[in-house]
């Protein structure tokens, strides 16, 4: 192979403007890149080439696999690299050295190299630079003969640079993918947070007699907790307020897997500890090991006024009665999940006028403020007793300013639901 002299200024210049005009109209990472090696063989005459990228600089995953520490994201001359390869596996071979060391190689011969890893089995001699950017080494330019001794110093000052003209194209590229793949994400997240709007009621039911009004704020774009009203008759409203144990997708996606059993449960019978029960024993369907729900489902019966319900290790609800006095809810059993063979119970309590009950997960009482101060069940009781006279969404409204007040923030760290049924007087 006849060897290349030393590029001149007027020849790295051409090959600057060569490049440029080449990758000027696009972004995309595999034009780029394969118009780089393209480009390359006009300095360089080679048999084989590659531009290989650390894997954790790409964050598509059309270029690795799983545990993959190197991608190979252009190459030419090579068969199809797989996932048993040692070098984009784990970093070995020369590759995988200049990558590590940032410095460049000339093998003569790779058959007495000890560092070198067969790619391509015509391979006899091979050079290779790193690319780097912001003196980071993020990858390596990589370039192999079928022939003895194919390269020498002034092939190594070119292929130099060449790489150092080729990273800012790179660079470029990898963070165009970058905002892609997070506006990719953010899409994807918005149809999610849409879809579980979409289960949560959009307005509470009326009910002669009767307020009702709930809010849930998810701290992410989704969360795990969730609130349900399901007509089961004329007369009888079933009421359910949950969390899931975690916070975001994991959460959401076992929230909107429970929401849709406990609704077809409630199809079949609607009593609590037998619905809470029977859920019990299938949760384990789409809940890992670790993972856990507090719940509480009832009914209300508007001709009784009577509220029945079974509680799974949920917040127990807070009673408001017309004078302002409150008190727990506290009949409870353990959470879903934990216990397989649990045995949920039922109780119930009449609602006279101007009385409310108040249901909440923990993100309403476990806010904390600079002081790192809990806001806690009484300053929630103390709100509630100051809000007795008001409307169900007023009372919520006082909660949210309380609680904001409190902790000095606009946003909430944790999940954060509060349902509240109130008997008009």
Wanted: hydrophobic share 40%.
């Amino acid at each position: 192979m006849q060897k290349a002299p030393g590029l001149s200024a007027e020849e790295k210049y051409r090959l600057l403007r060569d490049i440029s005009l080449k990758i000027k109209d696009t972004f995309d990472l595999d034009i780029i890149l394969n118009l780089l090696l393209d480009t390359l063989f006009t300095v360089i005459k080679y048999d084989a080439a590659g531009i290989f990228i650390l894997s954790e600089s790409i964050t598509n995953l059309h270029y690795k696999f799983p545990g993959q520490k190197i991608s190979g994201i252009a190459r030419r001359g090579y068969k199809r690299i797989g996932e048993t390869d040692e070098m984009l596996v784990n970093g070995k071979g020369i590759i995988g050295h200049v990558i590590k060391t940032g410095e460049s190689l000339i093998v003569e011969d790779v058959r007495s190299e000890s560092r070198y890893v067969v790619g391509r089995q015509k391979t006899l001699s091979e050079i290779t630079v790193p690319i780097l950017v912001d003196d980071k080494v993020i990858g390596a330019l990589d370039v192999e003969s079928d022939k003895l001794a194919a390269f020498n110093k002034s092939d190594l000052d070119i292929l130099k640079f060449f790489s150092d003209a080729s990273a800012i194209s790179i660079e470029k590229a990898i963070l165009h993918q970058q905002i892609l793949e997070k506006k990719k994400l953010e899409e994807q997240m918005q149809i999610a947070k849409d879809v579980q709007s979409s289960l949560l009621p959009s307005e509470p039911p009326k009910i002669e007699g009767y307020e009702l009004d709930a809010i849930c704020v998810p701290t992410f774009e989704i969360g795990g907790d969730y609130f349900d009203y399901i007509s089961i008759n004329k007369k009888k409203l079933g009421i359910v307020v949950a969390d899931v144990s975690g916070d975001g997708v994991p959460a959401a996606l076992i929230m909107a897997a429970f929401r849709a059993m406990l609704r077809n449960q409630i199809v079949l019978n609607y009593n609590p500890h037998i619905v809470m029960n029977l859920l019990n024993k299938q949760v384990n369907e789409f809940c890992r090991k670790r993972d856990f729900i507090t719940a509480l489902y009832g009914y209300m019966d508007v001709n009784l006024h009577t509220f029945t319900y079974t509680n799974c290790g949920h917040n127990p609800p807070l009673f408001l009665s017309a004078s302002g006095n409150t008190k727990f809810l506290d009949e409870s059993g353990p959470s879903l999940n934990l216990i397989k063979n649990a045995d949920y119970k039922s109780a119930s309590i009449k609602i006279e006028p101007g009385e409310s009950i108040v249901f909440y997960t923990d993100g309403v009482i476990e806010i904390f403020n600079n002081n790192q101060e809990e806001y806690g069940l009484e300053r929630l009781k103390n709100v509630l007793k100051c809000s007795v006279s008001k409307s169900a969404s007023e009372i919520i409204k006082d909660v949210v300013n309380s609680t904001k007040d409190f902790s000095g923030h606009k946003y909430y760290f944790d999940d954060f639901t509060i349902l509240v049924l109130k008997r008009k007087l």
